[in-house]
């Protein structure tokens, strides 16, 4: 048996804030064509806007991406998007939920709703990913998913437009494998292929403090 071989992991959870645009196209340019997994973002916007960013990713990468319709279910190798003002859910069987609850932490969508509850229902087979944002939102949510089994990663804090999401993120879930920008996308894809984590590599924690605040 190859011990660097782990179950399948094919659920993937996204979470940007500030700056994620950009970052979120990235990851859309770098993910494999035939990624066997379906792909959930959450990007917090204000509630009256209107989200162009399917078609934003859907250009920038090989794989279709949408917004979310409430009572749909995932697809494999798509990209699935919460729109403005609305929680994304996941549940059993890939059924999707979009939701008007409390705003959590001040955003609706929110990260952390998206991220635990993917991890309630799917566990050791999500792979969770903070990008770049202010605040906190999606601490918690990758604290649910490395909790369940999953592959909690964070970009690098330092190729971050705004460093306190991921920063954030790794002071709650410090074992997170911490991945410059460019090389996220491959890395879920190696995720995905069954490959496993890394050892998290050597960070300075009062770095980390810093950027967090």
Known sequence: ???????????????ASAGGVEALKCVAETLPGDLDAAVFVV?????????????????AGPLPALHS????????????IAPPDRHLEVGEGGCIALTQGPRLRGYRPAVDRLFTTAASYYGPRVVGVILTGALD????????VAHAGGAPIVQDPADAVYPAMPANALRTVPEAEIVPLDRIGARIAELVRGEAAADRPEHDGRETARLAT
Request: zero cysteines; charged letters at 20%.
């Open 1 to 15: 048996m190859n011990r660097n071989r782990v179950r399948s992991r094919d659920v993937v959870v996204i979470g």
């Open 137 to 144: 939102d999606g601490s918690a949510g990758l604290s649910a």
């Open 69 to 80: 319709e409430n009572g749909s279910r995932s697809v494999r190798g798509t990209i699935v």
């Open 43 to 59: 990007l917090h916007l204000s509630p009256a806007a209107s989200s162009v960013l399917p078609r934003i990713l859907a250009r």
